[in-house]
């Protein structure tokens, strides 16, 4: 009976060990396995110690110590940032209690890379990726491949292409928090998690791994959707506007119409970068009497639209013709260019590539005349105040949603309803005003009448100090306004030198975007 009392007393005690201990004639002992992928660097299935004391709570103390140090040190060898003899090494000074040189630098400058050894028979990582890209092969853009193929090397290679059946998803948190310790944005984080959850899961239908140690991993962003990425102010873009008018004469002497044009654009139409820098001459349309501007892949096998939806005519602001917009669409289609801005060559994200760069690159144009303007803010900056502009307009969502080219919110009016007219559209377009442009308003003045002391009332238009008399009784408009309304199809206006630093272009074959 005493035998009995003594084994259950024991049992007792030892079911309160904790984890990784154990308790050997009285004193405790360590004893750890080593993770099955770092078996071989290691040359040791385990780690045991004695803690030469018999006291508990010295003994758990040093158990803790040890724990933190040997996952610090796996967790460096996941990462590929110690050679072998490095991690025997510092294994050797961990087990005898030497003081631990600082790991975290090593960590950080070596390439985060999760090393599996265990090489059990199944798929790797990179054959799930190609067998994912070969089912999409079809269905991608162009621009599409390239974006994904980039990123699908980079998650590769800081995984270090593992076996599918060793990866856990305790390799994937640390990929996470390497790419947010370097410095990626929640977003970028998150699109790659997304991307590779997506080939996991595809493995996982395939049979080639069990479950997707990828799903759910996504950093949590608590900003709203406005917040993500800022509009330019109206200020900002006055700012552009005239470094823009003061820049144009070198912009054409460079042969680089875009420079100028591609802002503008933006500031009017809300249009994506890349969609307005692959627009062709035969881009540029009428449509029931109006100029339009229509975004579409055809015409040209290296064009592309993000969506469907993408796919739409924008009515062109009145401020772009004033400004002689489509007088530069008539030049460059007179000298028998396709394209709107020949200048530009269809870089790895489009025609749109090696201009980005130019306009909100560190050292680019924008950043040259917004000098405190912070990282993040581009050319995209210029959809975000279109957009808000037409919200506080009180334009209807639909609208909005069809001049932005979103997808439509609504089902019964995107199924079923048809497009607004172009006319809705250009109504709602015009409501956008930046006040760039000067008005032009009609003024009555008292002349006197020489050689009398009558005065006579006179009909004048002005635009700030430019002034020219009209007569109202030809019931038809001055040509001075028709000029400065559309000066492709009348010429330019005296009112132009109003617009400060305005540079005209020279002048060709009129009315020949209707041939």
């Not at 969506?307 to 772009?320: C, G, M, Q």
């Not at 497009?419 to 809705?424: A, F, H, T």
Request: charged share 30%; net charge positive.
């Amino acid at each position: 009976m005493l035998h009995c009392e003594v084994s259950y007393v024991s049992a007792v005690f030892l079911s309160n060990i904790p984890v990784n201990m154990q308790l050997r004639n009285k004193r405790y002992h360590y004893r750890r396995r080593v993770p099955a992928n770092l078996v071989e660097l290691f040359n040791r299935k385990e780690i045991t110690k004695s803690l030469h004391t018999t006291e508990g709570r010295a003994a758990s103390r040093l158990k803790n110590k040890l724990d933190g140090e040997l996952e610090a040190l796996f967790q460096a060898c996941r990462f590929n940032a110690l050679s072998q003899d490095e991690a025997q090494q510092r294994l050797s000074l961990i087990l005898t209690g030497k003081p631990l040189p600082d790991l975290q630098e090593a960590t950080e400058t070596k390439i985060t890379t999760v090393k599996t050894r265990n090489k059990r028979a199944g798929k790797r990582l990179s054959e799930a990726v190609d067998a994912y890209c070969k089912e999409k092969e079809h269905s991608w853009t162009q621009k599409t491949k390239k974006e994904y193929s980039g990123i699908y090397d980079r998650i590769i290679k800081g995984l270090g292409d593992p076996w599918l059946n060793d990866l856990e998803r305790t390799d994937l948190v640390i990929y996470r928090d390497t790419l947010t310790r370097e410095g990626k944005s929640i977003k970028t984080v998150n699109k790659y998690l997304e991307i590779l959850s997506t080939v996991l899961k595809h493995a996982s239908r395939l049979k080639w791994i069990q479950g997707n140690p990828g799903e759910g991993l996504g950093l949590k962003d608590n900003r709203r959707p406005d917040e993500m990425r800022r509009a330019f102010t109206v200020k900002e873009i006055k700012t552009i506007f005239e470094a823009l008018q003061r820049d144009k004469k070198f912009f054409y002497e460079q042969g680089r119409h875009e420079r100028y044009w591609l802002p503008l654009l933006g500031i009017y139409t809300g249009g994506r970068v890349n969609e307005l820098a692959q627009l062709g001459i035969k881009d540029i349309i009428i449509e029931d009497g109006i100029p339009t501007i229509e975004i579409t892949e055809n015409g040209d096998d290296s064009k592309s639209v993000k969506t469907s939806n993408s796919r739409r005519k924008i009515p062109i602001h009145k401020d772009l013709l004033t400004l002689g917009f489509l007088v530069y669409v008539n030049n460059i289609k007179a000298q028998g260019n396709n394209m709107l801005f020949p200048a530009l060559i269809n870089g790895p994200n489009g025609y749109s590539h090696y201009f980005v760069k130019h306009f909100s690159g560190k050292a680019g144009w924008l950043r040259k005349q917004l000098k405190d303007l912070e990282k993040g803010v581009a050319f995209h900056s210029f959809r975000h105040i279109f957009i808000d502009i037409l919200k506080n307009a009180e334009i209807s969502e639909r609208l909005i949603e069809e001049i932005a080219g979103h997808r439509l919110t609504s089902m019964s009016l995107g199924r079923y309803g048809k497009p607004y007219k172009v006319d809705v559209r250009l109504k709602a377009i015009n409501k956008i005003d930046y006040g760039l442009i000067p008005k032009v308003k009609p003024e009555v003045r008292l002349v006197d009448i020489e050689g009398t002391d009558a005065v006579e009332e006179h009909d004048y238009l002005v635009c700030g100090k430019t002034s020219v008399r009209i007569i109202l009784e030809d019931k038809e408009q001055p040509l001075e306004l028709k000029q400065y309304k559309r000066p492709d199809l009348h010429g330019y206006s005296p009112f132009h030198k109003e617009i400060e630093g305005f540079v005209e272009d020279e002048l060709v074959a009129k009315d020949s975007l209707d041939e």
